[in-house]
């Protein structure tokens, strides 16, 4: 019963510093990408979801390799920060990145959330030393 509720305090709080992770992420960018991929914006789409996975994969191996929940919260706090240099970095390598996400140009979205992922695993790679 003890693995089980320990299961579940780790769950729980690893959904709420994705979803903390994910709010701050829409807060920085200039664009609305919820209302973007809401009226069928492919490129808002690839990049969010590109975040998403690369916020994920850091978090998944913080909790794998974190000793206490302080522990996958720092680890986690330092995966977002790193996903936030990787869209600061796109946007200096792509120039007009808003105006690319919301004339729904899918090579910016894809570049975008291709980028994310590839820190995001380089990130959890990083976390299991």
């Known amino acids: ?33 919820i209302h973007l991929i809401r009226s069928g914006n492919a490129a808002a789409a690839w990049s969010l979801g590109g975040v ?16 206490s929940l302080a522990d996958m919260a720092l680890w986690s706090a330092v995966a977002l920060a790193f996903q936030l240099l990787a869209y600061f970095a796109a946007g200096l390598a792509l120039k ?4 690319g996400i919301e004339a729904d140009r899918t090579a910016y979205g894809v570049a975008l959330g291709a980028l994310s992922v590839a820190v995001g695993i380089l990130n959890a790679g990083a976390l299991t030393y």
């Open 96 to 99: 007009d990145i808003r105006g």
């Open 1 to 33: 019963m003890y693995l089980i509720g320990q299961y579940l305090v780790y769950m729980v709080v690893a959904i709420g510093l994705f979803g903390v992770g994910i709010a701050v992420y829409l807060r920085v960018t200039p664009y609305q990408e």
């Open 52 to 67: 998403m996975i690369g916020l994920a994969l850091p978090m998944a191996s913080a909790m794998a390799h974190s000793i």
